[in-house]
T-cell receptor, first 115, second 114 residues
Framework: KNQVEQSPQSLIILEGKNCTLQ??????????LRWYKQDTGRGPVSLTIMTFSENTKSNGRYTATLDADTKQSSLHITASQLSDSASYIC??????????????FGKGTKLSVKP | EAQVTQNPRYLITVTGKKLTVTCSQN?????MSWYRQDPGLGLRQIYYSMNVEVTDKGDVPEGYKVSRKEKRNFPLILESPSPNQTSLYFC?????????????FGQGTRLTVV
């Protein structure tokens, strides 16, 4: 069964600190993996996409990694800011021969950044 | 500006009173979908549409209907809402295909059924 597991469920850190969120998946056939940021009460917004051949990708203070062999991804946030407080959702896309949108969602990690 | 627009943002209704949540996208995407989000359960797909007049069930379709008469609109219909449909609903429109599909989400509709 295609699944995406995220850890931790929630995390509280102090402003300025770094943190790493984890995503493990059992999805086949794998197409790509995206990390989304969801502010409270709003729709998720894509932060980064990882394809099978990519190991690391950065978007400002966000760095995503992908290990396709172990089927693990991480999202590292550097020098956290109060505005980073949100849920971060790992989403894996299944490749059914070009079919769009077969997305498997993780349940998200809720990050709280405190001053 | 490229966007997915849902209406209403908030809705309180009574059990059994039919309602429709509208969703519109201006990106000419073929693929659209509806999700509900509940605490501890994450986002679950209700219905999706790969193109006009083509719709299919997602993971939790019971109690919902959809229609796709034109590419830009994908309304979600609750014929007889029940309290267990109280949830946060998101419409999404998907760009591209193959390895780069990105879902663009609407602002969400918070529905309460009493």
């Amino acid at each position: 069964k295609n699944q995406v597991e995220q850890s931790p469920q929630s995390l509280i850190i102090l402003e300025g600190k770094n943190c790493t969120l984890q995503c493990n998946y059992t999805v086949s056939p794998f197409s790509n993996l995206r990390w989304y940021k969801q502010d409270t009460g709003r729709g998720p917004v894509s932060l980064t996409i990882m394809t099978f051949s990519e190991n690391t990708k950065s978007n400002g203070r966000y760095t995503a990694t992908l290990d396709a062999d172990t089927k693990q991804s991480s999202l590292h946030i550097t020098a956290s800011q109060l505005s980073d407080s949100a849920s971060y959702i790992c989403v894996v896309s299944v490749n059914y021969g070009g079919s769009q949108g077969n997305l498997i969602f993780g349940k998200g990690t809720k990050l709280s950044v405190k001053p | 500006e490229a966007q997915v627009t849902q209406n209403p943002r908030y809705l309180i209704t009574v059990t059994g009173k039919k309602l429709t949540v509208t969703c519109s996208q201006n990106m000419n995407h073929e693929y659209m979908s509806w999700y509900r989000q509940d605490p501890g359960l994450g986002l679950r797909q209700i219905y999706y549409s790969m193109n006009v007049e083509v719709t299919d069930k997602g993971d939790v379709p019971e109690g919902y209907k959809v229609s796709r008469k034109e590419k830009r609109n994908f309304p979600l219909i609750l014929e007889s809402p029940s309290p267990n449909q109280t949830s946060l609903y998101f419409c999404a429109s998907t760009e591209g295909g193959g390895n780069f599909a990105e879902a663009f989400f609407g602002q969400g509709t918070r529905l309460t059924v009493v």
